[in-house]
C-alpha cells in the first residue's frame, strides 16, 4: 500500500506563489513518474505538470514558465513551484506517483487564487 500526503495549498493573491508538496510513503519500490493534477468545478481532472525517472519533464500549455516540478528521491517527495498565480489556476490539485505500473492519487489540496 502506498500512501501519499499533500500539503502547502492555501489561499493566494493574483501575481503570488505557492509551493506544493506531495510525500510518498508505504511499499515504494520504485516510483516511475510523479505528477501534479488540478480540477476545477465544473471541469474535468487535467495534468499541470509531470516529471519521470529519467528527469523528463511535461507541462500544461497554461502553466509554462510558471509552474517548476522536482523531486527529492531521498525524501519520496515531488514538489510543484508555483509563481506568477492567475484566478485560472484556483483549483484542487492532486498529485499522481506510478509505482511500476499502478499509479496512486493524493487527497488533494485546495488552491485558490483571489484578490
Known amino acids: 500500500q502506498v500512501q501519499l500526503v499533500e500539503s502547502g495549498g492555501g489561499l493566494v493573491q493574483p501575481g503570488g506563489s505557492l509551493r506544493l508538496s506531495c510525500a510518498a510513503s508505504g511499499s515504494i519500490f520504485s516510483i516511475n513518474v510523479m505528477g501534479w493534477y488540478r480540477q476545477a468545478p465544473g471541469k474535468q481532472r487535467e495534468l499541470v505538470a509531470a516529471?519521470?525517472?529519467?528527469?523528463?519533464?511535461n507541462y500544461a500549455d497554461s502553466v509554462k514558465g510558471r509552474f517548476t516540478i522536482s523531486r527529492d528521491n531521498a525524501k519520496n517527495t515531488v514538489y510543484l513551484q508555483m509563481n506568477s498565480l492567475k484566478p485560472e489556476d484556483t483549483a484542487a490539485y492532486y498529485c499522481?506517483?506510478?509505482?511500476?505500473?499502478?499509479?496512486?492519487w493524493g487527497q488533494g489540496t485546495q488552491v485558490t487564487v483571489s484578490s
Open positions: 499522481k506517483i506510478y509505482v511500476g505500473p499502478r499509479g496512486y
Open positions: 516529471l519521470n525517472s529519467g528527469g523528463t519533464t
